[in-house]
């Protein structure tokens, strides 16, 4: 069965310093990737997304996301954090084992040091 | 374009009390999805509709969940009757796509809390 690993619950950054949060996942073929955030009391909003092509996705707020197939991860980074950038992190695949439908991580929650 | 809607944003009731969260999507999107997430959790889906036939309710616990899309548009999920268990924030998202279709972006609403006593 397909499944998402988000290995860091919490991951604690300076503001200015950059950020990698990790997302692996298991499926023996090239899923749909993406990565959402959630801000506290908010919904979920889509970062970027893969499909095909260029591994090295840009999103907004200056995220961007390099899909590994060979490590089967697809990681989310930012060269600078700034303090608005705290929130839960989502990282989400689709397959067509699972008819298209999002399978989850757990999430891995932000926090910026001022 | 107008996002998902949702309503309400907040509601706290006693444990065997009705409740019911209503949902609109973007406009001229097919699927409508409601996910239920738990503190520290990711979304689970509990339903999925296209248009206003269901595609997957597998994971809808039907002893006490209902769901319905009339008219193919507006959504209602109501929990009859609740359980300390259902705490959680209940996520409507609309996406263009149509089942069976490769994965496409789903859009969120900004979901209704629910605290169950």
């Known amino acids: 069965a397909q499944s998402v690993t988000q290995p860091d619950i919490h991951i604690t950054v300076s503001e200015g310093a950059s950020l990698e949060l990790r997302c692996n996942y298991s499926y023996g073929a090239t899923p749909y990737l993406f990565w959402y955030v959630q801000s506290p009391g908010q919904g979920l909003q889509l970062l970027l997304k893969y499909f095909s092509g260029d591994t090295l996705v840009q999103g907004i707020k200056g995220f961007e996301a390099e899909f590994k197939r060979s490590q089967s991860s697809f990681n989310l980074r930012k060269p600078s954090v700034h303090w608005s950038d705290a929130a839960e992190y989502f990282c989400?695949?689709?397959?067509?084992?699972?008819?298209?439908?999002?399978?989850w991580g757990a999430g891995t929650k932000l926090i910026i040091k001022p | 374009e107008a996002g998902v809607a949702q309503s309400p944003r907040y509601k706290i009731i006693e444990k065997r009390q009705s409740v019911a969260f209503w949902c609109n999507p973007i406009?001229?999107?097919?699927?409508l999805y409601w996910y239920q997430q738990i503190l520290g959790q990711g979304p689970k889906l509990l339903i999925q509709f296209q248009n206003n036939g269901v595609v997957d309710d597998s994971q809808l616990p039907k002893d006490r969940f209902s769901a319905e899309r009339l008219k193919g548009v507006d959504s209602t999920l109501k929990i009859q009757p609740a359980k300390l268990e259902d705490s959680a924030v209940y996520l409507c998202?609309?996406?263009?796509?149509?089942?069976?279709?490769?994965?496409?972006?789903?859009?969120f609403g900004p979901g209704t809390r629910l605290t169950v006593l």
């Open positions: 998202a609309s996406s263009r796509r149509l089942a069976g279709g490769p994965t496409d972006t789903q859009y």
């Open positions: 406009s001229g999107h097919a699927t």
């Open positions: 989400a695949v689709g397959t067509m084992d699972s008819n298209y439908q999002l399978i």
